[in-house]
């Protein structure tokens, strides 16, 4: 039983567009999202997360979005760059930590030039 | 930025033979480390946390026997796949966490087993 989903395997964008990510969870003990970002033979590499008392966490290109109503998190990624092709993994943990993270599946985002 | 290495980047043993896989935190210390597993097109598996000092953790359906995990040092933890299969073929990846708190997890590179 999958407890975090990311529905999409893939994602393809035009560079200078949104990139939009989406992640679905079950577990309602999850209070900590994380998002990271994976090139092909290596470990990931943490980019943003968010905590369950907020509901928007920004950083420069990347934003994620919480609603918590609906057990979903977004990543929201403008513009999208070449560089950003990548397999991006949502994860989250519960009980306010950052560990013992649960994953998704990953989404394969391609930015096309 | 926290640093943490693993090594080998990849590894190919025959059937029945051990792999030690080793994680190191280059400039933090970590009591606690963690191993995944990521089979291809899968997501990132936890198989157990390691803990500096004292035995791991194993996730439900997780061979302790199988997979040793020593962290014998607050920058180490090694995991070793003992008589390997080639089921044990994948991808294993460790991850720590600064001790002093306040930062996300920081993964290693990974290793790529192949059991022959």
């Known amino acids: 039983d999958q407890q975090v989903k990311q529905n999409s395997p893939s994602l393809s964008v035009q560079e200078g567009r949104i990139s939009i990510l989406n992640c679905d969870y079950t577990n309602s003990m999850f209070d900590y999202f994380l998002w990271y970002k994976k090139y092909p033979a290596e470990g990931p590499t943490f980019l943003i997360s968010?905590?369950?008392?907020?509901d928007k966490n920004e950083d420069g290109r990347f934003t994620v979005f919480l609603n918590k109503s609906a057990k979903h998190l977004s990543l929201h990624i403008v513009p999208s760059q070449p560089g950003d092709s990548a397999v991006y993994f949502c994860?989250?943990?519960?009980?306010?930590?950052?560990?013992?993270?649960?994953f998704g599946k990953g989404t394969l985002l391609t930015v096309n030039p | 930025g926290a640093v943490v290495s693993q090594h080998p980047s990849w590894v190919i043993c025959k059937s029945g033979t051990s792999v030690k896989i080793e994680c190191r935190s280059l400039d933090f210390q970590a009591t606690t480390m963690f191993w995944y597993r990521q089979f291809p097109k899968q997501s990132l598996m936890l198989m157990a946390t390691s803990n500096e000092g004292s035995k791991a953790t194993y996730e439900q359906g997780v061979e302790k026997d199988k997979f040793l995990i020593n962290h014998a040092s607050l920058t180490l933890s090694t995991l070793t796949v003992t008589s390997a299969h080639p089921e044990d073929s994948s991808f294993y990846i460790c991850?720590?966490?600064?001790?002093?708190?306040?930062?996300?997890?920081?993964f290693g590179n990974g290793t790529r087993l192949t059991v022959t």
């Open positions: 968010i905590s369950s008392i907020k």
């Open positions: 991850s720590a966490r600064d001790q002093t708190g306040g930062s996300p997890l920081h």
């Open positions: 994860a989250a943990s519960p009980g306010g930590s950052n560990y013992k993270l649960t």
